[in-house]
């Protein structure tokens, strides 16, 4: 049986948590305010879900998904995700983040930042643009006419092929962005955020991405 670790149990990482559960998945899930505040969570999840602080998920994880406030990605620890998958749905939003500079000018993108951040591991980014509710709600069968996309981006082609089987057993099919650099094509304010799309026109929609400086 897979693990599923998850670094963050806010919106996105519950209901990732209760995508890969009913997948067959044993999930280990950490917030930044000790395990003992997640019991109601946990509860909720059922059985094959624990709490953890964000080192043990990160070590028990096959793979592992960030899903933190940008601000805090320089606090997920290193180590324990180090030789694995780790899936980034982490999206900048300047108001909560504060200013960075080299995501403002269009330098570095959110997850090549935190794949910097994590040297030893694969960073795929997946899961960003697509509200929490729909996670568990969206999916259809592989074939279903329809049947909604997602996006994820890496350096890795390994990483990108496990978010890719993920995205398939929760009933998403896949555009892989290609690498790290590209990944902006499906952040904040561009065509392909947060809506709900077909392969196809996720692709469309990518294409027609403009990397622009943020508001100021």
Do not use: C
């Not at 890719?164 to 590209?182: R, S």
């Amino acid at each position: 049986m897979t693990t599923l670790g998850i670094i963050g149990a806010g919106h996105i990482g519950s209901q990732v948590a209760r995508a890969a559960l009913a997948n067959g998945y044993e999930v280990v899930i950490a917030n930044s305010r000790g395990p003992e505040t997640l019991s109601d969570l946990i509860d909720d999840l059922g059985p094959g879900a624990r709490a953890a602080t964000a080192a043990e998920a990160g070590a028990a994880g096959d793979m592992v998904v960030v899903t933190v406030p940008f601000k805090a990605y320089a606090s997920v620890p290193v180590e324990p995700l180090a030789g694995k998958v780790v899936i980034d749905t982490n999206n900048y939003y300047w108001e909560r983040d504060g200013r960075v500079p080299a995501l403002d000018e269009g330098r570095a993108t959110v997850s090549g930042l935190l794949q910097a951040h994590l040297p030893e591991s694969r960073v795929a980014k997946g899961f960003n643009h697509i509200t929490a509710k729909d996670i568990t709600t969206d999916g259809a069968p592989a074939g279903t006419p329809g049947r909604r996309a997602l996006a994820t981006s890496s350096d890795f082609e390994d990483a990108a092929a496990a978010v890719e089987h993920l995205y398939d057993q929760f009933g998403f099919d896949t555009v892989n962005v290609g690498p790290l650099a590209e990944s902006w094509r499906v952040e904040r304010d561009q065509p392909a955020y947060v809506v709900p799309q077909t392969r196809e026109e996720l692709v469309a929609n990518l294409a027609r991405a403009e990397r622009r400086a943020a508001a100021a």
